[in-house]
């Protein structure tokens, strides 16, 4: 399935703990659209391996951590979206995807339209082990 599958889309469905590194697999995905939950942790580094990857939406929801490097290089993505969560941190390189590069209400330094520095630190405070809070995965 992994080789035919190319939009998942599970916006808005309440999910809840972390995303786990199996996502990568998916390495034909045009499309991932997970916005709109509660997802928590860091996104997957395996993310920056999904090379057909054209859009991802992750944003409304709850993920922390540094953006991943590989994720903003991958060469054929022209829209990523993370607003709206607790990154604290994004690659140069996302800035080449411009308006497609949508960064807003997170907690990076630096960065115009952010969350305050009292929300960051609560989730500073409380960080995310992904081995206890579970794990989702779309195609288990």
Same mark, same amino acid.
Do not use: W
């Given at each position: 399935?992994? &080789? +035919?599958?190319?939009? *998942? %889309?599970?916006?808005? /469905?309440?999910? +809840?703990?972390?995303?786990?590194?199996?996502?990568?697999?998916?390495?034909? /995905?045009?499309?991932?659209?997970?916005?709109?939950?509660?997802? =928590?942790?860091?996104?997957? &580094?395996? %993310?920056?391996?999904?090379?057909?990857?054209? !859009?991802?939406?992750?944003?409304?929801?709850?993920?922390?951590?540094? %953006?991943?490097?590989? %994720?903003?290089?991958?060469?054929?993505?022209?829209?990523?979206?993370?607003?709206?969560?607790?990154? +604290?941190?994004?690659?140069? &390189?996302?800035?080449? /995807?411009?308006?497609?590069?949508?960064?807003?209400?997170?907690? *990076? =330094?630096?960065?115009?339209? !952010?969350?305050? #520095?009292?929300? @960051?630190?609560?989730?500073? #405070?409380?960080? =995310?082990? @992904? /081995?206890?809070?579970?794990? *989702? @995965?779309?195609?288990?």
């Amino acid at each position: 399935m992994a &080789e +035919t599958l190319d939009e *998942i %889309i599970l916006a808005n /469905l309440g999910l +809840t703990g972390c995303l786990r590194p199996e996502i990568g697999e998916l390495k034909e /995905l045009k499309v991932l659209d997970l916005s709109c939950n509660k997802l =928590v942790g860091p996104l997957p &580094e395996s %993310i920056g391996g999904m090379v057909s990857l054209e !859009q991802l939406d992750v944003g409304h929801n709850k993920f922390s951590g540094p %953006i991943p490097r590989g %994720i903003c290089l991958l060469p054929k993505l022209e829209n990523f979206v993370y607003a709206f969560n607790y990154f +604290t941190s994004e690659p140069a &390189e996302c800035g080449r /995807l411009g308006d497609g590069n949508d960064d807003r209400k997170n907690c *990076i =330094v630096g960065r115009p339209r !952010q969350r305050s #520095a009292a929300e @960051c630190a609560l989730v500073g #405070a409380n960080p =995310v082990d @992904c /081995l206890l809070a579970g794990s *989702i @995965c779309p195609f288990e």
